[in-house]
């Protein structure tokens, strides 16, 4: 094995394979076939790979074989330890002229290695300070939606208006024809709330109980139904009953009924929601304050970085929005659409985020190995232990999956986020 650097970030190797590593890789190359080769004479998965080299030539396996012989090749690269290969093999050069089952010939790729970061004054860089203050507004506004939700509906008379509730009947038409799913009856709906179709809740404001009313609206182009997508159609409304809120007394035999261990005055459940308000904006300003160091500090790097690791991480990100997809039961195009966005939009993000989570754990990972953060043994048995308790699995199941230099990385990264935070300076 050999290696040569070619361009910035970019080494190739060249290997050599030898007739018995080759002759390894086409019996691995039959294995991978046999149970779905077909030859008259011979039961399904039973014929012999002599047999098939027979029937269809020795060269048939050649390209299965060769893709095993350079994942080999490229295992042996990755043990390199004068740098990081970040990328799978690339611009592959073979001549097949020379492939042979009794000589050795040769098989050179490319691959991206971990570009070096460069980045000085780090510690101590400026950011804006965020505000963690509670306000007695905050506290009230949440003791005001604590009151709304446990409002009691009670019958009005008159017309209907924004945050009242109508129980009322419904049909949907399109072209004069009902539509599956357009019908209810006694259904009961806080106007304004927004559950409907837009143009729906507003259509029915002004109505009075016992009254009906042609409401007109246009599906959303993105709706799932797609035979209603984008068209228009009208609901015909009757309104049966009006109910609007009667928000409950602010007093202490309010504050007891909410049942809140500790809780029984109205200056207790004040105080009780202010601490929490205060420990959420904590929480918050503490992720706030660390993303926001941590773009500076990358302004601050100077660095390449490979096309390929924006690619790879491009690719996780869709990865993870498709499995979020299939949790919903739906199909990644429908899922981008719900989401607010077009596939544009979304290939857009999806770089963005890629390139912004390179690039922090390149910086990040830099800084770590300058100030030489590394994991204690107890840290890493204690973060064995957390995960363990994670997975709910025992800690040397844990080993077989994840490496000890993978934990200690993670550990020595975390310390330096921490360090970074620490050192910043608020304004």
């Known amino acids: 094995m050999k290696f040569e650097h070619i361009k910035k970030n970019h080494v190739k190797f060249t290997f050599t394979v030898t007739p018995a590593e080759f002759e390894h890789a086409l019996e691995h190359a039959f294995a991978h076939i046999k149970d779905d080769v077909e030859i008259k004479g011979f039961r399904k998965g039973k014929v012999t790979q002599k047999v098939y080299e027979q029937k269809f030539g020795e060269t048939a396996l050649y390209a299965e074989a060769l893709n095993h012989a350079i994942g080999h090749k ?4 990755t043990l390199v330890k004068d740098f990081t290969i970040v990328s799978d093999p690339m611009n592959i050069d073979l001549d097949f002229d020379k492939i042979s089952r009794t000589e050795a010939f040769e098989v050179s790729f490319e691959v991206a290695i971990k570009p070096e970061v460069e980045i000085e004054n780090y510690k101590g860089v400026e950011v804006a300070k965020v505000d963690t203050e509670v306000t007695e507004k905050e506290v009230d506004e949440n003791i005001n939606s604590l009151l ?3 409002a009691i509906l009670e019958p009005k008379d008159g017309a209907l208006e924004n945050g009242d509730t109508a129980i009322f009947d419904f049909e949907g038409f399109q072209d004069g024809v009902a539509f599956e799913g357009g019908k209810a009856e006694n259904f009961s709906l806080e106007i304004g709330s927004g559950q409907f179709i837009p143009g729906f809740e507003e259509g029915m404001l002004g109505l009075k109980a016992g009254e009906s009313r042609d409401v ?3 599906f959303p182009e993105q709706y799932q139904a797609e035979n209603l997508a984008g068209k228009p159609a009208v609901f015909k409304v009757v309104l049966h009953e009006i109910k609007s809120k009667k928000l409950a007394e602010l007093n202490d035999e309010w504050v ?3 049942n809140r261990e500790g809780i029984s005055t109205v200056d207790q459940l004040k105080a009780s929601i202010k601490a929490d308000l205060e420990a ?5 300003s503490k992720r706030e ?6 773009t500076e500090v990358v302004k601050l790097a100077k660095v390449e970085v490979p096309q390929s690791m924006f690619d790879s991480e491009i690719e996780n990100f869709k ?4 499995a979020q997809a299939k949790q919903y039961q739906l199909d990644m195009d429908t899922f981008i659409q719900l989401s607010g966005l ?3 939009l979304f290939e857009q993000q999806a770089k963005e985020q890629a390139e912004k989570r390179v690039l922090q754990s390149l910086v990040i990972e830099a800084i770590a190995k300058k100030e030489n953060f590394t994991a204690t043994p107890e840290e890493l048995n204690l973060r064995y232990e957390e995960l363990a308790n994670h997975y709910k699995m025992e800690v040397n199941e844990i080993k077989k999956y994840i490496s000890d230099e993978l934990v200690m990385n993670d550990i020595a990264f975390e310390k330096a986020v921490t360090f970074l935070v620490e050192n910043a300076v608020q304004k």
Do not use: P
Not at 74 to 77: G, K, L, V
Not at 289 to 294: K, R, W
């Open 74 to 77: 490229y295992n042996d690269a």
């Open 148 to 150: 709304a939700q446990n």
């Open 216 to 218: 007109n609206v246009t």
């Open 256 to 258: 007891v009924s909410l």
């Open 280 to 284: 959420s904006k904590q929480e918050q």
């Open 289 to 294: 304050l660390t993303d926001a160091v941590i």
């Open 319 to 322: 990865k993870n929005v498709e």
């Open 342 to 344: 077009t596939n544009e």
